[in-house]
């Protein structure tokens, strides 16, 4: 397989797999910042840190999000796919020279390589693999995983538990509560997109189109939160073999018009809707209200974290505002 068809296959899973909502978990167990044993219950089991850990290996860029965001930087990150560099660029500046080692976690975890980098900690919030890979990586570190399942605990609890593990409950509270009310502030700020329909649409290519369906959708979440609500067309769509999405013929396009309507995918695939007769043809594209978005925006709205959101956002923001006016 072609590098560019492996990169393609991987953007499609990544933002297929994003499609798991984000329940109401139980809250980490916390303690007073810097006071140890602390625990913190994961979906296989109870982790117990026993002292403050230094040597920190975050197994996904969000996780390593998680951990910059508490002023804690990793020593290993598992490659972020699609960023300019191996790092996304909302976490590149955060390191000011102290790059960590970052080793692909595409096909499974790379037990010796993380070995190498002697963890005391091992964050896996939002690490996919982690069914397989969980009995190996406890046996090298104390492990901080998923509670529902990955990507379905709200960012909000994934942050809490790495806070918790690292000593950090009551920092980990600020930076959730500075979050939520920059957020807040970003809707205040933008009365426009109050209660405008949108629709996101997904294309691996031309023939290959999702959209989304379910307002349990994590990327859906996050454009509700800045009060644009999820266009009841497709609402009504049956979900397909991906939690959240709702597969969508071609000359079935006209279903996802609405006052906002999002495109996220590989480069042909957006290219071959841009194309296409029916999409051409709708209202929301006809009168400029089509915001494709790229890669590392899509991820940040996939996979949220106080540091993707603050990136992510007031680039994406200005063109919902755009699409909203028309």
Not at 70 to 81: F, M
Request: include cysteine; proline fraction near 8%.
């Amino acid at each position: 397989m072609s590098s560019w068809l492996r990169g393609a296959a991987i953007l499609l899973m990544t933002l297929a797999l994003a499609g798991c909502g984000g329940t109401a978990p139980e809250q980490p167990a916390a303690s007073a910042d810097g006071a140890f044993p602390v625990s913190v219950q994961t979906k296989f089991g109870t982790t117990t840190i026993n002292r403050r850990p230094v040597r920190v290996v975050a197994m996904t860029w969000a996780d390593a999000d998680f951990a910059l965001s508490l002023g804690v930087v990793p020593v290993g990150i598992g490659r972020a796919n699609y960023a300019p560099t191996e790092l996304q660029p909302w976490a590149a500046e955060r390191f000011a020279g102290e790059k960590p080692v970052v080793f692909d976690s595409r096909d499974g975890a790379p037990v010796e390589r993380v070995a190498s980098l002697r963890p005391d900690i091992i964050l896996a919030t939002k690490d996919f693999r982690l069914d397989d890979g969980y009995a190996q990586l406890s046996r090298v570190a104390p492990v901080v995983g998923y509670l529902n399942g990955p990507n379905n605990d709200t960012w909000q609890h994934s942050l809490r538990a790495v806070a918790t593990a690292l000593g950090k409950a009551d920092e980990g509270k600020r930076v959730v509560d500075d979050t939520e009310g920059w957020m807040a502030a970003q809707k205040a700020a933008h009365p426009e997109l109050a209660d405008k329909t949108f629709a996101y649409v997904i294309a691996a290519d031309s023939s290959a189109l999702n959209t989304v369906n379910s307002t349990d959708d994590v990327s859906a979440g996050i454009l509700t939160a800045l009060g644009l609500r999820l266009s009841p067309t497709v609402l009504g769509l049956p979900t397909g073999s991906i939690p959240g999405r709702a597969p969508v013929s071609g000359e079935n396009l006209g279903v996802v018009d609405a006052d906002v309507l999002i495109g996220a995918g590989t480069q042909p695939g957006l290219a071959g809707l841009e194309r296409h007769p029916v999409f051409v043809a709708l209202p929301s594209v006809r009168r400029g209200a089509f915001v494709p978005i790229d890669n590392q925006v899509a991820n940040a709205l996939a996979y949220p974290t106080p540091l993707s959101l603050r990136w992510a956002l007031p680039r994406l923001i200005p063109h919902l505002s755009d699409a909203a006016n028309r």
